[in-house]
């Protein structure tokens, strides 16, 4: 042993005594961080999981949230790792949204980085490099799809997987929101599969996608459903209309709220009509007198309205106040 070198009891010793010292502050930090909050159906600051079978509309619906949720101002902007669809997909689908704050990748524009293009290796090991070096980053809140896990990562594989999420969990402690894609075999998957079990595990939120498609076979609306959510705030079912053609038709659909919610949800309406931009806490306060449930279910359905559109919030100094939106007449009983 060095001169100098603790032993093994004493090293142990002292890091028991280091991390009992630090309990309160590390209890005090963990209390100290923002809220849940969501943006449409994702969580936002977690790992969220969307699965479908090839051909569903994973990637429009994905492409869909995460655009949608940049003009809403949710995100600063979005990183898309399409590493699953041809390069002329984005004229032929995307070409009447707005590239503001969206930045598009596939495999073939990894090239066009030093960074990316002086590593030997796949693909997949330049996008977990891309993925290691944004977590590493000072960047604004960032909505990152990895589009698919697939493509990305060999789930046979536990390692991989394992290295994998390890980069996408730091990239929720940075404070940025993950969106990760995968393909649902059309035959019977089996979760106890260790892959696919630690896939289902590692994931913070899933969802489970189901197209709506015309008669011409094209997508006009898709519902979520929700299989896995670590949070009590989120939704059970999601329902978006789809229109490429006119970004405006893009809607958040149907009231997906629980029926113990609705009349949570109509106190909140009645008092951000005749209280506009106030506090949160003063919401919850004029509407607990009404309700049979507590502040934190109130407070679940005012950030569910705020995800669906019904209600905006805005940040001054420290304090977010909540406003009710100017909707068409019957969006609520929709």
């Not at 100098?4 to 004493?10: D, F």
């Not at 449409?40 to 869909?64: D, E, M, T, W, Y």
């Not at 390069?87 to 590239?99: C, D, G, I, Q």
């Not at 330049?126 to 493509?151: C, G, H, I």
Request: charged share 25%.
């Amino acid at each position: 042993m060095k001169k100098g070198q603790l032993k093994p009891n004493e090293l142990s010793q002292r890091f028991a005594t280091s991390i009992i010292a630090q309990s309160e502050v590390l209890w005090t930090e963990k209390l100290n961080l923002p809220e849940i909050e969501l943006a449409g159906p994702l969580v936002k600051r977690s790992i969220n999981l969307l699965i479908a079978q090839s051909g569903s509309g994973k990637s429009l619906g994905a492409f869909i949230i995460g655009w949608k949720e940049v003009q809403n101002k949710n995100f600063a902007q979005m990183i898309y790792f399409d590493l699953d669809n041809p390069n002329t997909l984005v004229k032929e689908r995307y070409s009447a949204f707005s590239p503001s704050n969206v930045v598009y990748l596939n495999s073939l524009d990894f090239l066009r980085f030093e960074d990316l293009r002086s590593v030997d290796g796949t693909m997949r090991e330049k996008t977990k490099l891309a993925l290691a070096l944004l977590s590493e980053a000072e960047l604004p809140e960032t909505l990152v799809v990895v589009d698919t896990l697939q493509q990305v990562s060999d789930y046979n594989d536990i390692k991989e997987l394992e290295k994998l999420f390890s980069l996408l969990r730091n990239l929720t402690f940075k404070g940025h929101t993950v969106l990760l894609l995968h393909h649902k075999s059309s035959k019977k998957e089996s979760q106890p599969f260790k892959g696919l079990s630690y896939i289902f595990d590692s994931a913070d939120v899933i969802y489970e996608l189901t197209p709506d498609k015309d008669r011409s076979g094209l997508i006009r609306a898709m519902t979520l459903t929700n299989t896995k959510n670590r949070f009590a705030t989120g939704f059970n079912k999601f329902v978006i209309s789809i229109d490429t053609e006119n970004t405006e038709n893009i809607r958040y659909g149907e009231n997906v709220l629980f029926e113990e919610e609705l009349p949570v949800k109509e106190q909140i309406v009645s008092v951000l009509k005749e209280h506009p931009g106030i506090k949160q806490q003063d919401v919850v306060s004029l509407v607990r007198p009404s309700v049979n449930l507590g502040e934190k279910k109130i407070r679940t359905v005012l950030n569910k309205l705020v995800a669906l559109g019904i209600v905006s919030v805005t940040q001054k100094r420290k304090a977010k106040l909540y406003t009710l939106n100017t909707v068409e007449p019957g969006f609520w009983d929709t």
